[in-house]
């Protein structure tokens, strides 16, 4: 149902005169249009170019961890344990910089130009790192790739809720975060490879893999080009006549394709919108320190949480490996294969009760499960009744739950603030949650580890399992129940007096 409007001139100019009270509004159709679509090629090709990254991701970030052990080598970059660690808190760093900067262009520019500038960063950063020469060349360029990272993290879930319709969207959201794990798995298994010295010299092999991921990344940056800008944000820029084109194109795209019928809409789908041309921090943090404060201490106790438990594990993970169970340091990525394996089976098995019994009631559980069970494996391993094999197991059945429960963090903050602050709103909780969590965890494992101290990391275990366990009170108490609500009826976009 085409919308009826002034011309984009005319709409400029009503906005430069528009007194700070008041702009120029408009109704719309586009969000419930893009939600009544029927699965198609489309979502598919939404769901493989942005999903994608996270893979790359998982790829790279694996193979960061499964070579920690050989980067201690004398014959490559004779790091210690606590600098492996520090190398961890770089990159996240990294991202928590790279999500507010990109974040707030991804509102302020769209999300698709976003898609190439956060992703191209990536690939620079990893191309660098496969150069690194000393620690310091090594640090800096895991921080660049996790400013890339960071940034796409925030342009990507904007997109992918904007443009998946609302009946599938937990799942589907929690599925593409989850993907991260087929490239660790992929990681994993390319250490088979990279790391036999009777294939790669001890000082190259790793250096090849790194290469590798950023040449993908650039087949990548090609294929996201066939994807469209977000019509929920051109709209509200006031951008109507290309925001209706592009969802014009995706129904044509769909409805030929497909034997469904598109449920008609009414009027009380229609959506009041009140357009501007600038997104700030000032304005996201009003309306989250306002109307929206329980959100924003939901958004952040579950990121928080999940950032902890998931840095303080995975980027030390091949050091405990190394050190208690005397692996080779070559061998620890194959660990790594059922870890990957069992988090990338946690969103695609549970992913769709996210939509079915409900956010609230499946974020409640997935990181509640997961507290209890991480303190259990703590303390049969503080008590030496692990082996190696029986601690990847345990490993595999925490993040089973742990991998949802981190995935469904994202998808609750990218779900519950308006669409004029989607972006930011996700860079600000994953810098914060991040920052808290995920900086300090693997420095602080990497200095547990490095006691040799059993107890010293039971201690650390339990304490990530209890900030999981506080995330569920507190998503008990003030959790958003969002399954299958549209964007707008969850956040509606700002009215005037908060423009």
């Known amino acids: 149902m085409p919308l009826q409007r002034n011309s984009k001139m005319k709409w400029r ?21 893009l939600d009544r679509l029927p699965w198609s090629s489309f979502h598919w090709l939404v769901v493989f170019t942005l999903g994608i990254t996270w893979i790359l991701d998982g790829l790279e970030v694996t193979l960061t961890g499964a070579i920690s052990g050989v980067l201690q080598d004398k014959q490559t970059l004779n790091f210690s344990p606590n600098q492996i660690g520090l190398l961890g808190s770089g990159y996240v760093a990294g991202a928590v910089l790279g999500s507010l900067i990109f974040g707030y262009l991804t509102d302020l520019w769209g999300r698709r130009k976003l898609f190439f500038f956060t992703l191209s960063t990536y690939v620079l950063g990893v191309l660098l790192s496969a150069l690194s020469w000393n620690m310091w060349s090594f640090f800096i360029f895991r921080f660049i790739t996790g400013a890339g990272i960071g940034g796409e993290y925030a342009a990507i879930n ?3 809720d904007e443009l998946i319709p609302a009946r599938v969207r937990g799942r589907v959201d929690l599925i593409i975060n989850g993907s991260y794990w087929i490239g660790a798995a992929l990681g994993s298994l390319s250490t088979i490879w990279i790391l036999n010295p009777q294939i790669f010299p001890v000082n190259r092999g790793w250096r090849i893999g790194f290469a590798v991921g950023a040449v993908l990344g650039l087949v990548v940056i090609f294929l996201r080009r066939f994807l469209p800008e977000s019509p929920r944000w051109l709209i509200l820029k006031g951008r109507t006549e ?18 469904s019928n598109v449920i008609p809409l009414d009027e009380s789908q229609k959506i009041k919108v009140c357009p501007h041309l600038t997104s700030s921090f000032k304005r996201t943090l009003k309306i989250m320190m306002g109307k929206y404060r329980k959100r924003s201490i939901l958004g952040l106790s579950l990121m928080t949480a999940q950032a902890f438990l998931y840095n303080a594990i995975f980027f030390t993970y091949a050091l405990v490996l190394t050190q208690f169970y005397k692996i080779p340091a070559k061998s620890t990525g194959i ?42 494996t703590g303390f049969l391993f503080e008590q030496g009744g692990l082996t190696a094999i029986s601690q990847t197991i345990s490993w595999s059945v925490v993040f089973f739950f742990a991998s949802a429960a981190a995935s469904s963090a994202y998808l609750t903050v990218s779900e519950i603030f308006p669409l004029e602050t989607r972006g930011i709103a996700i ?40 900030l999981m366990l506080a995330a569920a009170a507190v998503e008990w108490v003030i959790g958003i129940e969002a399954a299958g609500k549209s964007l707008e009826s969850l956040a509606p976009p700002f009215a005037e007096d908060v423009i």
């Open 427 to 466: 860079a600000l909780f994953f810098s914060l949650g991040t920052g808290v969590g995920g900086i300090v965890a693997p420095w602080l494992f990497g200095v547990l580890i490095g006691t040799g101290s059993r107890l010293a990391i039971l201690c650390g275990y339990i304490f990530a399992g209890v």
């Open 158 to 160: 904007s997109a992918i």
């Open 335 to 376: 660990y790594l294969l059922p870890f990957a394996v069992g988090n990338f089976m946690g969103p695609l098995v549970l992913g769709h009760f996210f939509d079915t019994i409900g956010r609230r009631k499946m974020i409640c559980f997935t990181y509640g499960i997961s507290g209890v069970l991480l303190a259990l």
């Open 13 to 33: 100019g009503r906005m430069r005169s528009r007194s700070k009270k008041s702009c120029y509004q408009f109704f719309t159709f586009v969000p419930a249009r």
């Open 242 to 259: 290309e925001a209706e084109k592009i969802v014009k194109d995706i129904e044509d795209q769909v409805l030929t394709h497909s034997s």
